[in-house]
T-cell receptor, first 113, second 115 residues
Framework: DAGVIQSPRHEVTEMGQEVTLRCKPISGHNSLFWYRQTMMRGLELLIYFNNNVPIDDSGMPEDRFSAKMPNASFSTLKIQPSEPRDSAVYFCASSPLMNTEAFFGQGTRLTVV | AQSVAQPEDQVNVAEGNPLTVKCTYS??????LFWYVQYPNRGLQFLLK??????LVKGSYGFEAEFNKSQTSFHLKKPSALVSDSALYFC?????????????FGQGTTLQVKP
């Protein structure tokens, strides 16, 4: 398996624009996580899916952020409208079971100017 | 609510010396504990985990960690540090008591190994 695949790797956008980050989890994995990493706040859990169902979205910063998982092989994280403070590295991770480790993608570095 | 604390922002050790990176956790049920490493501009890589069984678990690259239930700790250790071990290390916990399996990370500890 190619691992967790995220796209794009880098995104530069202007404030106010819509941004969509994509994730393809490892085949057969039931859990999917979206994290945001910044120097100030570290690695924050934004949302967690289990079997394509959002289980906990308490980490989503505000209504500008939304995440979907329409099927077991694809998830998106959307920011609309984007703001400069959204600049961060966004990671997607998946795991096969609830008591096992998660495998991370390479991340998407988002810069909002 | 579950949480993880890494009390040291940075740990400095000399090459060849033993290293310890500290982690404490808080969960209401059984903890499932993990260590990850992150190199610059890369994703997180899994190092080792404690699910059940022996309190001393061994992982990749010669790392090991000791689970201590009474102290709610899961410190990462290596007998002899290498310069190439310099990276950002994260401790993480999953709690299944609420049947959600949420995976929470500590703030990370930068390990600097000097020649």
């Amino acid at each position: 398996d190619a691992g967790v695949i995220q796209s794009p790797r880098h995104e530069v956008t202007e404030m106010g624009q819509e941004v969509t980050l994509r994730c393809k989890p490892i085949s057969g994995h039931n859990s999917l996580f979206w994290y945001r990493q910044t120097m100030m706040r570290g690695l924050e859990l934004l949302i967690y899916f289990n079997n394509n169902v959002p289980i906990d979205d308490s980490g989503m910063p505000e209504d500008r952020f939304s995440a979907k998982m329409p099927n077991a092989s694809f998830s998106t994280l959307k920011i609309q409208p984007s703001e400069p403070r959204d600049s961060a590295v966004y990671f997607c991770a998946s795991s096969p079971l609830m008591n096992t480790e998660a495998f991370f993608g390479q991340g998407t570095r988002l810069t909002v100017v | 609510a579950q949480s993880v604390a890494q009390p040291e922002d940075q740990v400095n050790v000399a090459e060849g010396n033993p290293l310890t990176v500290k982690c404490t956790y808080s969960v209401s049920g059984n903890p499932y504990l993990f260590w990850y490493v992150q190199y610059p501009n890369r994703g997180l890589q899994f190092l080792l985990k404690y699910i059940t069984g022996d309190n001393l678990v061994k992982g990749s690259y010669g790392f090991e960690a000791e689970f201590n239930k009474s102290q709610t700790s899961f410190h990462l250790k290596k007998p002899s540090a290498l310069v190439s071990d310099s990276a950002l290390y994260f401790c993480a916990v999953r709690e299944l008591s609420s049947n959600t399996g949420k995976l929470i990370f500590g703030q990370g500890t930068t390990l600097q190994v000097k020649p």
